[in-house]
């Protein structure tokens, strides 16, 4: 299930992960019911200003966002 962060939490989650690269403004961790926060895996800057500036598809960000993720330097 997918969530924002700012959800309640509720018996029927799962495991909760923040996946951003930047920690929430004015949000101490201690707050959130995380179990994890995985700003590793999220698209560079470099990758999602392309993207958000339409200077690539849909299609070429998510592919190069998996082969971002597939690389060694996150295994």
Known sequence: M????????????G????????????????TLALDKWCWRVVPSPKLRRH????????A???????LRCQSDKFK
């Open 60 to 66: 070429v960000f998510t592919t190069r966002s998996e």
């Open 51 to 58: 993207y958000h500036q339409q200077k690539m598809s849909h």
């Open 2 to 13: 997918l969530k924002r962060v700012y959800a309640p939490l509720e018996d029927r989650d």
């Open 15 to 30: 495991v909760r992960v923040l996946v951003d690269r930047l920690w929430l403004c004015g949000k101490p961790r201690n």
